[in-house]
């Protein structure tokens, strides 16, 4: 019986010196050591922090770092492909000869927010790898060009306007036309230097620009054709378009500010000018100045686009055709070569509203009024030899 008390006795010790034990060593510091990956203690300002005290590192993983867009992307083919998107006329700002400004009162009605004309396509220029639209105005504080005092619209918006181009995904301009210089040489001086600040580039006559976009070295050019200049921008696209080819450019895409106001169809002059620069070696035309849509060729394997019509454009609080389009194109390059893998067209009204011009250009999601625009260019180009038949309105492979 002795004995079995005897038993019980020291288990009951047993058990508390444990308990004990446990009690001490709970209330000691613990001091936890991390190691390199060569077995090195890191110590002092090196040390890992475990602020939740779990024994684990807290680490933050580094985030993943924005690809360079010029490196080369290849498809399985080992081709590169270009999504590229085109636009009429962008004109932001207003008159300073004026009081009232009709881009101001509608930049109140927007609560300020200076990135409202592009919210309702920056998607789509998010999604491509190039955007390019007719800058049509200045980003300057300079005074009106005084040859230009009795002109009916010049145009003048702040400099730091430019950031709403890169913020819609807007990369480059075509900046020759004939409101670029509303502000004389010192507003066409600012605004140049302006776009190139936001990371914006520019193509004008004597200034081409080029891009390297997926490995792929894109060259611009860009020219006033009018019917007077015709013989003179003849005599320079050769050169220009062949510079170009000799800096390396795969692709070569030559804007022209042409033709007549409110014209739906182009001129003999333009006609002449769009097929020569194709026949000199542009791989893409890009037209604009008349406000108005005009159709589009396919000569020679490349594509001619008269005119875009109008975009965001803050020169009219009404206009009397509102419709336009996005012009977009896949160009594939493989081995120095540059095919035209597919086109579409995104009808636009210039506007997000019908009762008055917003400068909002939003996408049509009525198929009759898509159809609309495809009638107008399709029954305004029936005199071009090489206008297209058809308009597509997806890429083959969303159909």
Same mark, same amino acid.
């Given at each position: 019986m002795k004995k079995h008390w005897l038993i019980f006795l020291l288990a009951i010790l047993c058990i508390f010196f444990a308990a004990a034990a446990f009690a001490e060593y709970d209330d000691q510091e613990v001091t936890i050591v991390f190691y390199d990956e060569n077995g090195v203690p890191i110590t002092g300002d090196d040390a890992i922090p475990d602020a939740d005290g779990d024994g684990l590192a807290d680490i933050t993983p580094e985030p993943e770092a924005t690809p360079d867009p010029a490196l080369p992307v290849y498809e399985p083919d080992g081709s590169i492909l270009l999504t590229m998107s085109?636009?009429?006329?962008?004109? +932001?700002? @207003?008159?300073?000869?004026?009081?009232? @400004? +009709?881009?101001?009162?509608? =930049?109140?009605?927007?609560?300020?927010?200076? *990135?409202?004309?592009?919210?309702?396509?920056?998607? +789509?220029?998010?999604?491509?790898?190039?955007?390019?639209?007719?800058?049509?105005?200045?980003l300057t504080t300079?005074?009106?060009?005084?040859?230009?005092?009795?002109?009916?619209? =010049?145009?003048?918006?702040?400099?730091?306007?430019?950031?709403?181009?890169?913020?819609?995904?807007?990369?480059?301009?075509?900046?020759?036309?004939? *409101?670029?210089?509303?502000?004389? &040489?010192?507003? =066409?001086?600012?605004?140049? &230097?302006n776009l190139l600040a936001v990371g914006v580039t520019y193509a004008s006559e004597g200034e081409p620009c080029t891009m390297i976009l997926k490995g792929v070295k894109i060259g611009s050019l860009a020219y006033q054709g009018w019917r007077d200049r015709k013989e003179d921008v003849l005599a320079r696209l050769p050169v220009d378009i062949g510079d170009l080819r000799a800096q390396g450019c795969d692709i070569v895409i030559v804007s022209f500010h042409w033709g007549n106001e409110k014209d739906y169809a182009p001129t003999e002059t333009q006609i002449a000018l769009?097929?020569?620069?194709?026949?000199?070696?542009?791989? =893409?035309?890009? %037209?604009? *100045?008349? *406000?108005?849509?005009?159709?589009? &060729?396919?000569?020679? %394997?490349?594509?001619?686009?008269?005119?875009? %019509?109008?975009?965001?454009f803050a020169g009219n609080s009404n206009p009397d055709d509102m419709s336009s389009f996005i012009f977009q194109i896949r160009m594939r390059v493989k081995d120095g070569a540059v095919t035209n893998d597919a086109i579409k067209i995104i009808p636009i009204r210039i506007s997000s509203r019908t009762d008055r011009n917003d400068f909002i250009p939003t996408p049509y999601d009525d198929q009759t009024k898509c159809e609309t625009v495809i009638s107008v260019m399709k029954n305004n180009g029936k005199n071009l030899q090489y206008a297209l038949e058809e308009y597509p309105l997806a890429w083959p492979d969303e159909e």
């Open positions: 085109f636009t009429g006329d962008v004109t +932001i700002g @207003s008159d300073p000869r004026k009081s009232k @400004s +009709i881009f101001n009162d509608e =930049l109140k009605k927007q609560d300020g927010d200076i *990135h409202f004309p592009f919210r309702n396509v920056k998607d +789509i220029f998010f999604a491509d790898d190039l955007t390019m639209v007719n800058f049509e105005g200045t300079a005074k009106p060009n005084n040859r230009k005092r009795d002109y009916q619209f =010049l145009f003048r918006a702040d400099p730091s306007f430019a950031e709403i181009l890169p913020a819609a995904g807007i990369e480059t301009v075509s900046y020759e036309n004939n *409101h670029a210089d509303d502000m004389g &040489e010192q507003g =066409l001086k600012d605004t140049k &230097e769009g097929r020569s620069a194709v026949d000199f070696g542009a791989d =893409l035309v890009i %037209g604009h *100045h008349s *406000h108005r849509i005009n159709p589009i &060729e396919f000569y020679n %394997g490349k594509y001619i686009c008269y005119s875009l %019509g109008n975009f965001s």
